[in-house]
Protein backbone atom coordinates (compact mmCIF):
# COMPACT_ATOMS: atom_id res chain seq x y z
CA UNK A 1 0.00 0.00 0.00
CA UNK A 2 1.28 3.20 -0.83
CA UNK A 3 0.70 6.16 1.97
CA UNK A 4 0.88 9.49 -0.03
CA UNK A 5 2.04 12.27 1.84
CA UNK A 6 -0.58 14.89 0.97
CA UNK A 7 0.89 18.70 1.84
CA UNK A 8 -2.45 19.67 2.86
CA UNK A 9 -3.98 16.46 4.54
CA UNK A 10 -0.97 14.40 5.87
CA UNK A 11 -0.16 10.55 4.84
CA UNK A 12 -3.56 8.96 3.26
CA UNK A 13 -4.15 5.81 1.49
CA UNK A 14 -3.21 5.29 -1.77
CA UNK A 15 -7.02 4.83 -2.81
CA UNK A 16 -7.86 8.28 -2.28
CA UNK A 17 -5.42 9.24 -5.04
CA UNK A 18 -5.62 9.28 -9.03
CA UNK A 19 -2.63 9.27 -10.84
CA UNK A 20 -1.48 12.13 -13.20
CA UNK A 21 1.65 10.68 -14.30
CA UNK A 22 4.64 12.50 -15.19
CA UNK A 23 5.62 15.68 -14.09
CA UNK A 24 8.65 16.91 -15.75
CA UNK A 25 6.40 17.04 -19.10
CA UNK A 26 5.93 20.56 -20.48
CA UNK A 27 3.43 22.06 -22.83
CA UNK A 28 5.88 23.31 -25.57
CA UNK A 29 4.93 27.37 -26.85
CA UNK A 30 1.96 26.98 -29.95
CA UNK A 31 4.80 27.78 -32.72
CA UNK A 32 7.17 25.16 -31.75
CA UNK A 33 7.93 22.99 -34.19
CA UNK A 34 6.23 19.71 -34.46
CA UNK A 35 9.13 17.51 -33.04
CA UNK A 36 8.36 19.36 -30.06
CA UNK A 37 4.94 18.44 -29.86
CA UNK A 38 5.83 14.77 -30.70
CA UNK A 39 7.75 14.63 -27.76
CA UNK A 40 5.46 16.63 -25.33
CA UNK A 41 2.55 14.31 -26.12
CA UNK A 42 4.54 10.58 -26.67
CA UNK A 43 7.82 10.82 -25.44
CA UNK A 44 8.93 10.03 -22.17
CA UNK A 45 11.93 9.20 -20.35
CA UNK A 46 10.15 6.65 -18.43
CA UNK A 47 13.02 6.62 -15.41
CA UNK A 48 13.75 3.19 -13.74
CA UNK A 49 14.63 5.03 -10.24
CA UNK A 50 13.14 8.47 -8.81
CA UNK A 51 10.44 9.90 -10.54
CA UNK A 52 8.85 13.38 -10.46
CA UNK A 53 5.17 12.41 -10.80
CA UNK A 54 1.69 14.09 -10.10
CA UNK A 55 -1.15 12.99 -8.09
CA UNK A 56 -4.80 14.15 -7.68
CA UNK A 57 -5.92 14.02 -4.33
CA UNK A 58 -9.38 13.16 -5.60
CA UNK A 59 -11.13 11.71 -2.67
CA UNK A 60 -9.12 14.48 -0.06
CA UNK A 61 -9.17 17.63 -0.59
CA UNK A 62 -9.44 17.31 -4.45
CA UNK A 63 -5.96 19.12 -4.12
CA UNK A 64 -3.34 18.37 -7.31
CA UNK A 65 0.33 17.00 -5.62
CA UNK A 66 4.18 16.93 -6.65
CA UNK A 67 5.86 13.58 -5.43
CA UNK A 68 9.00 12.56 -5.78
CA UNK A 69 8.68 8.36 -5.99
CA UNK A 70 11.31 6.04 -6.59
CA UNK A 71 9.56 3.23 -9.16
CA UNK A 72 12.42 0.50 -8.27
CA UNK A 73 11.23 0.46 -4.79
CA UNK A 74 7.63 2.83 -4.73
CA UNK A 75 8.89 4.77 -2.10
CA UNK A 76 7.99 8.28 -0.95
CA UNK A 77 10.99 10.97 -1.33
CA UNK A 78 9.09 13.83 -1.06
CA UNK A 79 6.18 15.82 -1.98
CA UNK A 80 4.84 18.79 -2.23
CA UNK A 81 2.18 21.00 -3.84
CA UNK A 82 2.29 21.62 -7.66
CA UNK A 83 4.75 24.49 -8.37
CA UNK A 84 5.81 24.82 -4.87
CA UNK A 85 10.25 23.15 -4.03
CA UNK A 86 9.60 19.35 -2.31
CA UNK A 87 10.29 19.28 1.23
CA UNK A 88 11.30 15.59 2.35
CA UNK B 1 19.46 -31.93 -30.63
CA UNK B 2 18.01 -35.16 -29.07
CA UNK B 3 14.29 -35.65 -30.07
CA UNK B 4 12.08 -36.01 -27.83
CA UNK B 5 9.33 -39.19 -28.39
CA UNK B 6 7.77 -42.08 -26.69
CA UNK B 7 10.39 -44.14 -27.42
CA UNK B 8 13.23 -41.61 -26.02
CA UNK B 9 10.35 -41.58 -22.97
CA UNK B 10 10.40 -45.15 -22.87
CA UNK B 11 14.32 -46.00 -22.98
CA UNK B 12 15.02 -43.50 -20.53
CA UNK B 13 12.22 -44.39 -18.37
CA UNK B 14 13.69 -47.90 -18.53
CA UNK B 15 17.56 -46.47 -17.66
CA UNK B 16 16.19 -44.27 -14.36
CA UNK B 17 15.64 -41.11 -16.05
CA UNK B 18 19.30 -39.86 -15.80
CA UNK B 19 20.88 -40.14 -19.43
CA UNK B 20 18.14 -36.90 -20.46
CA UNK B 21 20.79 -34.59 -22.02
CA UNK B 22 20.66 -31.35 -21.19
CA UNK B 23 17.98 -29.37 -23.09
CA UNK B 24 21.14 -26.73 -24.13
CA UNK B 25 24.40 -25.66 -23.60
CA UNK B 26 25.47 -22.63 -21.59
CA UNK B 27 28.75 -21.42 -23.41
CA UNK B 28 31.11 -18.37 -22.40
CA UNK B 29 30.24 -15.46 -24.72
CA UNK B 30 32.52 -15.58 -27.82
CA UNK B 31 33.80 -11.68 -29.16
CA UNK B 32 32.13 -11.59 -31.63
CA UNK B 33 28.79 -12.47 -33.46
CA UNK B 34 26.50 -11.44 -36.12
CA UNK B 35 23.47 -10.70 -34.32
CA UNK B 36 22.93 -10.35 -30.55
CA UNK B 37 19.67 -10.60 -28.98
CA UNK B 38 19.46 -9.16 -25.59
CA UNK B 39 16.51 -10.75 -23.36
CA UNK B 40 16.48 -14.32 -22.98
CA UNK B 41 12.64 -14.37 -22.45
CA UNK B 42 10.18 -15.74 -24.99
CA UNK B 43 10.39 -13.14 -27.56
CA UNK B 44 14.26 -13.22 -27.50
CA UNK B 45 14.86 -16.99 -27.90
CA UNK B 46 11.80 -16.76 -30.44
CA UNK B 47 13.65 -14.38 -32.80
CA UNK B 48 17.49 -16.01 -32.50
CA UNK B 49 15.10 -19.43 -33.17
CA UNK B 50 13.64 -18.03 -36.05
CA UNK B 51 17.01 -16.09 -37.52
CA UNK B 52 18.89 -19.21 -37.59
CA UNK B 53 15.47 -21.30 -38.81
CA UNK B 54 14.32 -19.01 -41.04
CA UNK B 55 17.22 -17.08 -42.40
CA UNK B 56 20.00 -19.24 -41.78
CA UNK B 57 21.96 -17.02 -39.39
CA UNK B 58 23.52 -18.79 -36.92
CA UNK B 59 26.24 -16.89 -35.05
CA UNK B 60 23.95 -15.62 -32.52
CA UNK B 61 23.92 -15.10 -29.08
CA UNK B 62 21.08 -13.92 -26.68
CA UNK B 63 21.72 -12.32 -23.34
CA UNK B 64 20.01 -12.59 -20.39
CA UNK B 65 20.68 -10.83 -16.90
CA UNK B 66 18.84 -13.44 -15.28
CA UNK B 67 17.41 -16.53 -16.23
CA UNK B 68 15.49 -17.77 -19.20
CA UNK B 69 11.95 -16.97 -18.72
CA UNK B 70 12.30 -15.19 -15.64
CA UNK B 71 10.34 -11.92 -16.57
CA UNK B 72 7.56 -11.82 -18.26
CA UNK B 73 7.24 -14.62 -19.78
CA UNK B 74 6.88 -16.53 -16.38
CA UNK B 75 4.63 -14.20 -15.06
CA UNK B 76 1.72 -13.54 -17.07
CA UNK B 77 -1.56 -15.11 -17.22
CA UNK B 78 -0.76 -17.72 -20.04
CA UNK B 79 -3.32 -17.00 -22.71
CA UNK B 80 -3.62 -16.40 -26.10
CA UNK B 81 -5.97 -15.17 -28.53
CA UNK B 82 -6.40 -13.37 -31.76
CA UNK B 83 -9.88 -11.12 -30.98
CA UNK B 84 -8.82 -8.16 -32.21
CA UNK B 85 -10.86 -5.11 -34.09
CA UNK B 86 -8.30 -3.45 -36.03
CA UNK B 87 -6.35 -4.68 -38.79
CA UNK B 88 -2.46 -4.48 -38.28
CA UNK B 89 -3.57 -5.82 -34.52
CA UNK B 90 -5.84 -8.62 -36.02
CA UNK B 91 -3.03 -10.03 -38.73
CA UNK B 92 -0.26 -10.26 -36.67
CA UNK B 93 -2.01 -11.92 -33.43
CA UNK B 94 -3.64 -13.89 -35.75
CA UNK B 95 -0.54 -15.30 -37.72
CA UNK B 96 0.88 -15.70 -33.56
CA UNK B 97 -2.05 -18.02 -33.10
CA UNK B 98 -1.29 -19.88 -36.11
CA UNK B 99 2.14 -20.54 -35.07
CA UNK B 100 0.80 -21.07 -31.65
CA UNK B 101 -0.93 -24.28 -32.67
CA UNK B 102 1.79 -26.13 -34.35
CA UNK B 103 4.28 -24.73 -32.06
CA UNK B 104 4.82 -28.02 -30.30
CA UNK B 105 5.79 -30.09 -33.56
CA UNK B 106 8.06 -27.19 -34.98
CA UNK B 107 10.21 -27.21 -31.77
CA UNK B 108 9.92 -31.18 -30.70
CA UNK B 109 8.52 -29.61 -27.23
CA UNK B 110 5.88 -29.68 -25.72
CA UNK B 111 4.03 -26.67 -25.08
CA UNK B 112 0.34 -27.66 -24.41
CA UNK B 113 -1.53 -25.44 -26.54
CA UNK B 114 -5.03 -25.65 -24.97
CA UNK B 115 -7.95 -24.43 -27.35
CA UNK B 116 -10.02 -23.93 -24.40
CA UNK B 117 -11.61 -20.51 -26.19
CA UNK B 118 -11.62 -16.98 -24.85
CA UNK B 119 -15.16 -15.93 -23.73
CA UNK B 120 -15.12 -11.70 -23.34
CA UNK B 121 -18.40 -11.19 -21.16
CA UNK B 122 -20.94 -8.21 -21.93
CA UNK B 123 -22.34 -6.76 -19.49
CA UNK B 124 -23.98 -3.36 -21.06
CA UNK B 125 -26.00 -3.14 -24.43
CA UNK B 126 -23.54 -0.73 -25.86
CA UNK B 127 -20.92 -2.97 -24.80
CA UNK B 128 -22.69 -5.50 -26.89
CA UNK B 129 -22.95 -3.09 -30.13
CA UNK B 130 -18.99 -2.93 -29.77
CA UNK B 131 -18.42 -6.70 -29.25
CA UNK B 132 -20.89 -7.79 -32.20
CA UNK B 133 -18.86 -5.37 -34.19
CA UNK B 134 -15.42 -6.69 -33.03
CA UNK B 135 -16.49 -10.01 -33.40
CA UNK B 136 -17.49 -9.28 -37.39
CA UNK B 137 -14.39 -7.31 -37.93
CA UNK B 138 -12.98 -10.45 -36.85
CA UNK B 139 -14.99 -12.53 -39.28
CA UNK B 140 -14.09 -10.79 -42.26
CA UNK B 141 -10.66 -11.03 -41.53
CA UNK B 142 -10.81 -14.31 -41.15
CA UNK B 143 -10.49 -15.37 -37.02
CA UNK B 144 -12.88 -17.71 -35.44
CA UNK B 145 -15.76 -15.82 -33.53
CA UNK B 146 -19.42 -16.88 -32.43
CA UNK B 147 -21.35 -14.48 -29.98
CA UNK B 148 -23.01 -16.70 -27.11
CA UNK B 149 -26.56 -15.71 -25.75
CA UNK B 150 -26.71 -15.64 -21.48
CA UNK B 151 -28.54 -19.32 -21.79
CA UNK B 152 -25.77 -20.17 -23.69
CA UNK B 153 -22.82 -18.83 -21.24
CA UNK B 154 -24.65 -19.87 -18.30
CA UNK B 155 -25.30 -24.05 -20.10
CA UNK B 156 -21.73 -24.04 -20.93
CA UNK B 157 -19.91 -21.96 -17.51
CA UNK B 158 -22.06 -23.11 -14.80
CA UNK B 159 -20.29 -21.45 -11.84
CA UNK B 160 -20.70 -18.04 -13.66
CA UNK B 161 -23.35 -16.16 -11.93
CA UNK B 162 -25.80 -15.50 -14.85
CA UNK B 163 -28.73 -14.53 -13.07
CA UNK B 164 -30.59 -11.27 -13.46
CA UNK B 165 -29.76 -10.47 -9.92
CA UNK B 166 -26.12 -10.75 -10.65
CA UNK B 167 -24.21 -7.75 -9.31
CA UNK B 168 -22.97 -6.82 -13.02
CA UNK B 169 -25.87 -8.45 -14.93
CA UNK B 170 -24.44 -10.59 -18.38
CA UNK B 171 -26.22 -9.70 -21.40
CA UNK B 172 -23.88 -12.35 -23.82
CA UNK B 173 -20.30 -12.49 -24.52
CA UNK B 174 -17.84 -13.11 -27.45
CA UNK B 175 -16.52 -16.21 -27.78
CA UNK B 176 -13.01 -16.90 -29.97
CA UNK B 177 -13.16 -20.69 -29.62
CA UNK B 178 -9.33 -21.06 -30.95
CA UNK B 179 -8.07 -18.58 -28.35
CA UNK B 180 -6.96 -20.50 -25.04
CA UNK B 181 -4.02 -21.26 -23.01
CA UNK B 182 -0.39 -22.24 -23.16
CA UNK B 183 2.05 -23.36 -20.99
CA UNK B 184 4.58 -19.95 -20.42
CA UNK B 185 7.34 -21.75 -19.41
CA UNK B 186 7.69 -24.12 -21.47
CA UNK B 187 7.68 -21.41 -24.38
CA UNK B 188 10.51 -20.11 -23.15
CA UNK B 189 12.47 -23.93 -22.71
CA UNK B 190 10.84 -24.94 -26.16
CA UNK B 191 12.69 -22.08 -28.14
CA UNK B 192 15.52 -22.23 -25.93
CA UNK B 193 16.18 -25.50 -26.96
CA UNK B 194 15.37 -25.28 -30.41
CA UNK B 195 17.48 -22.52 -31.06
CA UNK B 196 20.69 -23.87 -29.23
CA UNK B 197 20.43 -27.11 -31.52
CA UNK B 198 20.70 -24.75 -34.26
CA UNK B 199 23.65 -23.77 -32.94
CA UNK B 200 22.80 -20.18 -30.83
CA UNK B 201 24.48 -19.04 -28.02
CA UNK B 202 22.28 -18.97 -25.10
CA UNK B 203 24.27 -16.53 -22.16
CA UNK B 204 22.35 -16.46 -18.99
CA UNK B 205 23.68 -14.29 -16.07
CA UNK B 206 25.18 -11.34 -18.60
CA UNK B 207 23.50 -8.27 -18.01
CA UNK B 208 23.73 -5.41 -21.08
CA UNK B 209 25.44 -2.84 -19.27
CA UNK B 210 25.50 -0.35 -22.49
CA UNK B 211 24.99 -0.26 -26.27
CA UNK B 212 28.46 0.99 -28.52
CA UNK B 213 27.08 3.39 -31.36
CA UNK B 214 29.64 4.41 -33.63
CA UNK B 215 28.86 7.19 -36.69
CA UNK B 216 25.21 6.63 -35.97
CA UNK B 217 25.71 2.30 -36.02
CA UNK B 218 25.66 -0.02 -33.56
CA UNK B 219 28.59 -2.07 -33.25
CA UNK B 220 28.24 -4.54 -30.15
CA UNK B 221 27.31 -4.19 -26.74
CA UNK B 222 29.09 -4.22 -23.24
CA UNK B 223 28.08 -6.53 -20.87
CA UNK B 224 28.44 -7.82 -16.88
CA UNK B 225 31.09 -10.88 -18.46
CA UNK B 226 32.38 -8.70 -21.39
CA UNK B 227 32.17 -6.32 -24.61
CA UNK B 228 31.13 -8.31 -27.59
CA UNK B 229 30.97 -7.08 -31.02
CA UNK B 230 27.60 -7.50 -32.67
CA UNK B 231 26.82 -7.41 -36.37
CA UNK B 232 22.81 -6.13 -35.69
CA UNK B 233 21.73 -5.88 -32.22
CA UNK B 234 17.99 -6.78 -31.58
CA UNK B 235 16.06 -5.16 -28.29
CA UNK B 236 14.00 -8.00 -26.46
CA UNK B 237 13.54 -6.77 -22.85
CA UNK B 238 9.72 -5.76 -22.96
CA UNK B 239 9.17 -3.87 -19.57
CA UNK B 240 12.80 -2.12 -20.04
CA UNK B 241 12.70 -1.12 -23.65
CA UNK B 242 13.30 2.34 -22.36
CA UNK B 243 16.30 1.50 -20.25
CA UNK B 244 18.01 -0.32 -23.03
CA UNK B 245 17.14 1.83 -25.81
CA UNK B 246 17.80 4.89 -23.48
CA UNK B 247 21.84 2.97 -23.95
CA UNK B 248 21.36 4.49 -27.29
CA UNK B 249 20.17 7.50 -26.71
CA UNK B 250 16.71 6.87 -27.76
CA UNK B 251 13.53 7.91 -26.27
CA UNK B 252 10.27 5.49 -26.58
CA UNK B 253 6.87 6.49 -26.02
CA UNK B 254 6.42 4.05 -23.45
CA UNK B 255 6.02 4.15 -19.39
CA UNK B 256 7.53 0.83 -17.67
CA UNK B 257 4.34 -0.08 -15.17
CA UNK B 258 3.69 -3.04 -12.69
CA UNK B 259 0.77 -5.62 -13.94
CA UNK B 260 -0.18 -8.53 -11.05
CA UNK B 261 -1.54 -12.13 -11.18
CA UNK B 262 -2.76 -14.38 -8.85
CA UNK B 263 -3.38 -18.19 -8.60
CA UNK B 264 -5.66 -19.60 -5.67
CA UNK B 265 -4.84 -22.68 -4.55
CA UNK B 266 -5.78 -25.66 -6.90
CA UNK B 267 -8.68 -27.31 -6.79
CA UNK B 268 -10.53 -29.88 -9.40
CA UNK B 269 -11.55 -29.34 -12.40
CA UNK B 270 -14.41 -26.16 -12.87
CA UNK B 271 -13.75 -24.14 -15.76
CA UNK B 272 -12.92 -24.67 -19.04
CA UNK B 273 -12.39 -21.76 -20.51
CA UNK B 274 -11.05 -18.78 -20.16
CA UNK B 275 -13.39 -15.85 -19.24
CA UNK B 276 -12.96 -12.23 -19.38
CA UNK B 277 -15.29 -9.24 -18.25
CA UNK B 278 -13.67 -5.82 -19.64
CA UNK B 279 -16.31 -3.68 -17.96
CA UNK B 280 -15.02 -5.14 -14.32
CA UNK B 281 -11.40 -5.60 -15.42
CA UNK B 282 -11.14 -9.13 -14.97
CA UNK B 283 -9.57 -12.46 -16.48
CA UNK B 284 -9.59 -16.10 -14.69
CA UNK B 285 -8.75 -19.40 -16.36
CA UNK B 286 -8.04 -23.02 -14.42
CA UNK B 287 -4.12 -24.46 -15.06
CA UNK B 288 -3.70 -28.02 -15.40
CA UNK B 289 -2.44 -27.64 -11.45
CA UNK B 290 -5.81 -26.51 -10.68
CA UNK B 291 -5.35 -23.43 -9.64
CA UNK B 292 -7.69 -20.23 -10.88
CA UNK B 293 -5.25 -17.81 -12.61
CA UNK B 294 -6.75 -14.50 -12.62
CA UNK B 295 -5.61 -10.65 -13.32
CA UNK B 296 -6.97 -7.73 -13.67
CA UNK B 297 -5.62 -3.88 -14.09
CA UNK B 298 -2.50 -2.33 -13.74
CA UNK B 299 -1.39 -0.69 -10.44
CA UNK B 300 -1.73 2.48 -12.46
CA UNK B 301 1.70 4.04 -11.52
CA UNK B 302 5.25 4.10 -12.96
CA UNK B 303 7.31 0.69 -11.83
CA UNK B 304 9.86 -1.24 -12.19
CA UNK B 305 9.60 -2.95 -8.76
CA UNK B 306 8.00 -6.63 -9.98
CA UNK B 307 5.50 -6.37 -7.58
CA UNK B 308 2.69 -4.17 -6.63
CA UNK B 309 0.48 -3.45 -4.05
CA UNK B 310 -3.32 -4.86 -2.38
CA UNK B 311 -5.85 -2.28 -3.70
CA UNK B 312 -5.32 -3.78 -7.56
CA UNK B 313 -5.14 -7.59 -5.89
CA UNK B 314 -8.17 -6.06 -3.78
CA UNK B 315 -10.10 -5.21 -7.29
CA UNK B 316 -9.45 -8.47 -8.78
CA UNK B 317 -10.60 -10.18 -6.51
CA UNK B 318 -13.91 -8.53 -6.16
CA UNK B 319 -14.88 -9.03 -9.65
CA UNK B 320 -13.87 -12.64 -9.24
CA UNK B 321 -16.54 -13.71 -6.57
CA UNK B 322 -18.98 -10.80 -7.98
CA UNK B 323 -18.96 -13.25 -11.03
CA UNK B 324 -18.43 -16.56 -9.52
CA UNK B 325 -19.59 -16.56 -6.24
CA UNK B 326 -18.48 -19.94 -5.06
CA UNK B 327 -15.01 -18.98 -5.96
CA UNK B 328 -15.63 -17.25 -3.13
CA UNK B 329 -14.62 -20.22 -0.40
CA UNK B 330 -10.94 -20.45 -1.98
CA UNK B 331 -8.07 -18.59 -0.74
CA UNK B 332 -5.12 -16.98 -2.79
CA UNK B 333 -2.14 -18.87 -2.65
CA UNK B 334 0.11 -16.60 -4.36
CA UNK B 335 0.41 -12.98 -6.21
CA UNK B 336 3.59 -11.59 -8.35
CA UNK B 337 3.71 -8.68 -10.17
CA UNK B 338 5.36 -7.90 -13.93
CA UNK B 339 6.53 -5.32 -15.43
CA UNK B 340 4.75 -3.95 -18.71
CA UNK B 341 5.81 -1.29 -21.55
CA UNK B 342 2.60 0.47 -21.94
CA UNK B 343 2.64 2.45 -24.86
CA UNK B 344 1.24 5.91 -25.97
CA UNK B 345 -1.63 3.70 -28.21
CA UNK B 346 -1.63 0.17 -26.44
CA UNK B 347 -0.42 -1.43 -29.64
CA UNK B 348 3.51 -3.00 -30.30
CA UNK B 349 6.51 -1.46 -31.47
CA UNK B 350 8.83 -4.06 -33.60
CA UNK B 351 11.23 -2.37 -35.98
CA UNK B 352 14.15 -0.57 -36.81
CA UNK B 353 15.08 2.18 -34.45
CA UNK B 354 17.07 5.84 -35.36
CA UNK B 355 20.00 3.74 -35.32
CA UNK B 356 21.38 1.35 -37.87
CA UNK B 357 21.83 -2.38 -37.27
CA UNK B 358 19.36 -1.79 -34.33
CA UNK B 359 16.31 -2.93 -33.95
CA UNK B 360 13.63 -3.67 -31.13
CA UNK B 361 10.64 -5.78 -30.27
CA UNK B 362 8.49 -4.79 -27.61
CA UNK B 363 6.24 -1.81 -26.06
CA UNK B 364 3.42 -5.02 -25.24
CA UNK B 365 1.13 -3.81 -22.80
CA UNK B 366 -0.53 -6.69 -21.09
CA UNK B 367 -0.63 -8.81 -24.24
CA UNK B 368 2.75 -10.02 -24.67
CA UNK B 369 2.88 -13.71 -24.05
CA UNK B 370 -0.03 -14.59 -26.67
CA UNK B 371 2.19 -12.58 -29.24
CA UNK B 372 5.66 -14.49 -28.76
CA UNK B 373 5.57 -16.61 -31.99
CA UNK B 374 4.73 -13.65 -34.53
CA UNK B 375 6.82 -11.31 -32.27
CA UNK B 376 9.98 -13.26 -32.65
CA UNK B 377 9.04 -14.02 -36.33
CA UNK B 378 8.30 -10.89 -37.48
CA UNK B 379 11.97 -9.53 -35.29
CA UNK B 380 14.19 -12.03 -37.38
CA UNK B 381 12.59 -11.36 -40.54
CA UNK B 382 13.67 -7.40 -39.70
CA UNK B 383 16.93 -8.17 -38.86
CA UNK B 384 17.61 -10.24 -41.03
CA UNK B 385 16.21 -7.78 -44.63
CA UNK B 386 16.90 -4.53 -42.31
CA UNK B 387 13.14 -4.15 -43.36
CA UNK B 388 10.07 -4.47 -41.21
CA UNK B 389 7.70 -7.98 -42.47
CA UNK B 390 4.36 -7.32 -44.00
CA UNK B 391 3.01 -8.30 -40.82
CA UNK B 392 4.93 -5.24 -38.34
CA UNK B 393 5.19 -3.20 -41.20
CA UNK B 394 2.76 -0.76 -38.76
CA UNK B 395 4.14 -1.55 -35.53
CA UNK B 396 6.89 1.04 -36.36
CA UNK B 397 8.27 3.91 -33.67
CA UNK B 398 7.71 6.71 -36.53
CA UNK B 399 3.55 5.66 -36.41
CA UNK B 400 3.59 8.43 -33.39
CA UNK B 401 4.81 11.10 -34.73
CA UNK B 402 3.45 10.33 -38.16
CA UNK B 403 -0.04 9.88 -36.81
CA UNK B 404 -0.69 6.70 -37.48
CA UNK B 405 -1.14 5.28 -33.98
CA UNK B 406 -3.04 1.92 -33.73
CA UNK B 407 -5.13 2.79 -30.95
CA UNK B 408 -7.36 -0.53 -30.31
CA UNK B 409 -9.13 1.20 -27.21
CA UNK B 410 -9.01 4.84 -28.47
CA UNK B 411 -7.89 5.72 -25.07
CA UNK B 412 -5.58 8.55 -26.51
CA UNK B 413 -1.88 9.38 -25.51
CA UNK B 414 -2.52 7.82 -21.64
CA UNK B 415 -0.42 4.98 -21.23
CA UNK B 416 -1.50 3.82 -18.18
CA UNK B 417 -5.26 4.12 -19.86
CA UNK B 418 -4.45 1.29 -22.22
Known amino acids: MLLIPCPWCGPRNQVEFTYGGDATVRRPAPDAPEAAWVDYVYMRDNPCGPLDELWFHGAGCRGWLHVLRDTRTHDILASAPVGEPLSR | ?418
Not at chain 2, 48 to 71: C, M, Q, S, T
Not at chain 2, 114 to 131: I, Q
Not at chain 2, 241 to 259: D, F, Q, T
Open chain 2, 1 to 418: MKRYSIFSLIGNALSGHDRWPLAWRSPEPKKQYDVVVIGGGGHGLATAYYLAKEHGIRNVAVLEKGWLGGGNTGRNTTIVRSNYHFEPNAHFYEFSLKLWESLSQALNFNVMYSPRGVLNLVHAPAEMDAALRRGNAMRLNGIDAKFLSRDEIAASIPNLDCSTGARFPILGGLLQPRGGTVRHDAVAWGYARAADALGVDIVQQCEVTGLRVENGTVTGVRTTRGDIVAGKVGIAVAGHSSKVAGMAGIRLPIESHVLQAMVSEPIKPVLDTVVTSGAVHFYVSQSDKGELVMGGDLDFYNSYAQRGNLPAIEAVVRACVSLFPSFGRLRLMRTWGGIMDMTMDGSPIIGKLPVKNLYMTGGWCYGGFKATPASGYVHAWTIAHDEPHPLNAKFTLERFAEGRTIDEKGAGPYPWAH
